[in-house]
């Protein structure tokens, strides 16, 4: 059993910033690729951006330059900071990342969810 959870959410006004955590936690051998995914209201989820266990990172063309995700191996933690926040960007974000477990399964596992409010 893996889980991730997400911490950093909150309300913020725009322009302002948040850095969003991730922590996975439990049989875990190995993590491939974490990410940053986000669901607005009425919306699909759309890819924020992503990082491998490398380093190489991927974002959705709109986010990049205000948003930077970045990751401690060491502590299996992914974290993605924002700035110049702008009402847009309201929605539940979610953390997902591509585990091997100690059973040498690959798991893609998902948190609950965190929620940011930017507003105007």
């Known amino acids: 059993q893996v889980q991730l959870v997400e911490s950093g959410g909150g309300l913020v006004q725009a322009g302002g910033s948040l850095r969003l955590s991730c922590v996975a936690s439990?049989?875990?051998?190995?993590?491939?690729?974490m990410g940053w995914y986000r669901q607005a209201p009425g919306r699909q989820r759309e890819l924020v951006a992503d990082i491998t266990s490398g380093g190489s990172t991927n974002y959705a063309d709109s986010r990049e330059g205000r948003f930077t995700i970045s990751r401690d191996n060491a502590k299996n933690t992914v974290y993605l900071q924002m700035n110049s926040l702008k009402p847009d960007d309201t929605a539940v974000y979610y953390c997902?990342?591509?585990?091997?477990?100690?059973?040498?399964?690959?798991?893609?596992?998902w948190g609950q969810g965190t929620l940011v409010t930017v507003s105007s």
């Open positions: 997902n990342a591509g585990v091997i477990s100690r059973s040498l399964r690959y798991l893609e596992v």
């Open positions: 439990g049989s875990i051998f190995s993590i491939n690729a």
